[in-house]
């Protein structure tokens, strides 16, 4: 079992940055691709980016591409996503998982997952 916790959320204006880490349990991270997506209020749920398990490759959504960079530290359990030059289209619950594989735009490809944390992007 690997236990997924997200951080980092918060209000902040249009333009401005936020950085979200996610912190996952287990000493077999490194085996684990990472994905974080996000619902905003009255959307379907969607992909925003994703990591392999090295660090080695990264993909992104085209609604955040350019402004977004998914990263690892694998020697902390953790991943982060910088999020600049936000938009209030960005707003959303984000939400960390982890992966063995599959399609990795795909909620069903993902194993684990944390409870979410809020970002809000005011105008």
């Known amino acids: 079992q690997v236990q997924v916790v997200e951080s980092g959320g918060g209000l902040v204006q249009a333009g401005g940055s936020l950085r979200l880490s996610c912190s996952a349990s287990g000493r077999t991270f490194i085996n684990y691709a990472m994905g974080w997506f996000r619902r905003a209020p009255g959307k379907e749920r969607e992909f925003a980016a994703h990591?392999?398990?090295?660090?080695?490759?990264?993909s992104y959504a085209d609604s955040v591409k350019g402004r977004f960079t998914i990263s690892r530290a694998n020697a902390k359990n953790t991943v982060y996503l910088l999020m600049n030059s936000l938009k209030p289209e960005d707003t959303a619950v984000y939400y960390c998982?982890?992966?063995?594989?599959?399609?990795?735009?795909?909620?069903?490809?993902?194993?684990?997952w944390g409870q979410g944390t809020q970002v809000t992007v005011s105008s």
């Open positions: 990591i392999t398990g090295n660090g080695g490759r990264t």
């Open positions: 998982g982890a992966s063995f594989g599959g399609d990795y735009t795909s909620w069903d490809s993902y194993r684990y």
